[in-house]
Nanobody, 115 residues
Framework: QVQLVESGGGLVQPGGSLRLSCTASGSDSNLYTLSWFRQAPGKQREFVARALPGTFTFYSDSVKGRFTISRDNAKPTVHLQMESLRPEDTAVYYC?????????WGQGTQVTVSA
């Protein structure tokens, strides 16, 4: 069993920055692939970024070059540094952990980009 606790959401103006964090606890949590997904009102949940237990990272085209995912396996914690935020980035952001068929979701944190 893995528990995911997210933090760092909030309101930011267009062009601003935010940093989300997700701490995973539970046995073997450092072995899990940690990702961020988001869901905007009226839309399906979509993939944002992924950090494998090693050094590999992946991004959706919509955030590539603006968002950076990083992880600290000592805790383990995954961060999402979001730069040059746009109104279309407004969504609830969810932390996701997966190892094989074991999948866990965090409770979500709201990010609102608005003037």
């Amino acid at each position: 069993q893995v528990q995911l606790v997210e933090s760092g959401g909030g309101l930011v103006q267009p062009g601003g920055s935010l940093r989300l964090s997700c701490t995973a606890s539970g046995s073997d949590s450092n072995l899990y692939t940690l990702s961020w997904f988001r869901q905007a009102p009226g839309k399906q949940r979509e993939f944002v970024a992924r950090a494998l237990p090693g050094t590999f990272t992946f991004y959706s085209d919509s955030v590539k070059g603006r968002f950076t995912i990083s992880r600290d396996n000592a805790k383990p914690t995954v961060h999402l540094q979001m730069e040059s935020l746009r109104p279309e980035d407004t969504a609830v952001y969810y932390c996701h952990a997966q190892w094989g068929e074991d999948i866990y979701w965090g409770q979500g944190t709201q990010v609102t980009v608005s003037a």
